[in-house]
């Protein structure tokens, strides 16, 4: 199955206590559940007490906590506004992402 967001996407978050922010997908996480998750950055940060080791000076610190795809919009890069992703073919046969908003291959 193609994926409709990937890495490097900017995205809009629809549900959760992050709704109405923007990112950008640094990682996606692949689950055989099909319940696939995204890693956004700036986005869904926790807070974590780190024990001090040689690598790490320890304390609190703020980490991105994956959240699910299906709470992730794609932004079309013409309106720059979130919208659905569709599949068609190119003039070439291959298939292709594109914003359902504007039309425009993504």
Known sequence: MAAKIKKGDKVFIISGKDKGKEGEVTRIIKSSQ?????????INLVKRHRKPSQDNPGGIISEERPIQIS???II?????????????????GNKVRFAKKSGEVL
């Open 76 to 92: 079309d890069p013409k309106t720059k506004k979130p919208s659905r992703v569709g599949f068609k073919l190119d003039k070439k």
């Open 71 to 73: 709470n992730l919009m």
């Open 34 to 42: 099909s319940q696939d998750k995204a890693l956004v950055q700036g």
